[in-house]
């Protein structure tokens, strides 16, 4: 979705509900900061990550991990745009 990568990581720490803010850039809480720019270097097969291609890292996760289709990744992107006013159809397959 085009945000920067140490937005990525503030999310994932929000998100896993650490209780603070991080930056890759700076000292406050940078162990924290380093663990889940590994994990996010992890889903792009340990490649370095940066701002340039943070997205096209995602989307080859959700399309070779977690198995979405380019359709769905497409109705995700247009949810996370506010473009879709409805739910996403039932179509996992587990």
Same mark, same amino acid.
């Given at each position: 979705?085009?945000?920067?990568?140490?937005?990525?990581?503030?999310?994932?720490?929000?998100?896993? /509900? +650490?209780?603070?803010?991080?930056?890759? $850039?700076?000292?406050?809480?940078?162990?924290? #900061?380093? %663990?889940?720019?590994? =994990?996010?270097?992890?889903?792009?097969?340990?490649?370095?990550?940066?701002?340039? /291609? +943070?997205?096209?890292?995602?989307?080859? $996760?959700?399309?070779?991990?977690?198995?979405? #289709?380019? %359709?769905?990744?497409? =109705?995700?992107?247009?949810?996370?745009?506010?473009?879709?006013?409805?739910?996403?159809?039932?179509?996992?397959?587990?």
């Amino acid at each position: 979705m085009g945000a920067k990568l140490d937005d990525i990581i503030n999310d994932y720490l929000e998100s896993f /509900n +650490s209780g603070f803010n991080s930056s890759i $850039y700076g000292e406050v809480n940078k162990e924290d #900061s380093q %663990v889940m720019l590994q =994990l996010i270097s992890a889903m792009g097969n340990y490649m370095p990550v940066n701002d340039q /291609n +943070s997205q096209s890292i995602a989307e080859n $996760y959700l399309l070779k991990t977690v198995k979405l #289709s380019t %359709v769905e990744i497409g =109705l995700l992107k247009s949810k996370l745009e506010g473009n879709l006013q409805s739910s996403f159809p039932a179509t996992c397959k587990n």
